[in-house]
């Protein structure tokens, strides 16, 4: 069981350039997560899953765009790259669809740079 | 919207020292609340939960936590740390019944010093 993985781990981008992050997870749980993570700021949430096919905004959501792929994945995309999303970006997985009491379980990050 | 504080961003505390790390949130109706701990280049991973029940929660490596409805607090505590208990702390709230996705803390650093 690898439970969340994310990759790349270490990303360097230019700005104005693209990208996917990915994220897996083999737990078949039903609701997925996408975070970053920057300093003094703890998590801010950017999309939600809570099922294949259903993608919902969080907190921060302007210059990302997500796919759930299927059950088990989970994407990240960046468009147009700035330097404010310079950034560590978490996935995280959950069992059910009610994500106020369902413990998440979090991939091991994905530093992004954007020069 | 409820929020969370975690008014410390860093607690430096000795080895075997008892330490608290502090959560307020602000709601005026029924929470649910979490600490989540993240080891160094870690994701994070869930210390504890409160949902209902019992107000004192305790995890499995000694560290408990105590839902204070009249304070709006969930504060963490250890009675005795260690080393490896150096990590980065974030407490997180959500309001209960509507499946809102529990909002984040800002996180507390935690460095225990042989």
């Known amino acids: 069981n690898a439970g969340v993985t994310q990759t790349p781990k270490f990303q360097v981008l230019k700005t104005g350039q693209s990208m996917t992050l990915q994220c897996a997870q083999d737990m078949n749980h039903n609701s997925m997560y996408w975070y970053r993570q920057d300093p003094g700021m703890g998590l801010r949430l950017i999309y939600y899953?809570?099922?294949?096919?259903?993608?919902d905004k969080g907190e921060v959501p302007n210059g990302y765009n997500v796919s759930r792929l299927n059950k088990r994945e989970f994407s990240l995309r960046l468009e147009s790259a700035a330097p404010s999303q310079t950034s560590v970006y978490f996935c995280?997985?959950?069992?059910?669809?009610?994500?106020?009491?369902?413990?998440?379980?979090f991939g091991p990050g994905t530093r992004l740079t954007v020069l | 919207a409820q929020s969370v504080t975690q008014l410390d961003s860093q607690v430096p505390v000795f080895e075997e020292a008892p330490v608290e790390l502090r959560c307020n949130y602000s709601s005026s109706v029924s929470v649910y609340l979490f600490w989540y701990v993240q080891y160094p280049n870690q994701g994070l991973q869930l210390l504890l939960k409160?949902?209902?029940?019992?107000?004192l929660v305790e995890s499995i490596n000694g560290f408990e936590a105590e839902f204070n409805k009249s304070q709006t607090s969930f504060h963490l505590r250890k009675p005795s740390v260690h080393i490896s208990d150096t990590a980065e702390y974030f407490c997180a709230v959500t309001v209960s019944g509507g499946s809102y996705i529990p909002t984040f803390g800002r996180g507390t650093s935690l460095i225990v010093h042989p």
């Open positions: 409160y949902l209902s029940g019992s107000t």
């Open positions: 899953s809570a099922s294949e096919g259903t993608t």
């Open positions: 995280a997985s959950s069992p059910g669809t009610d994500p106020s009491t369902d413990t998440q379980y």
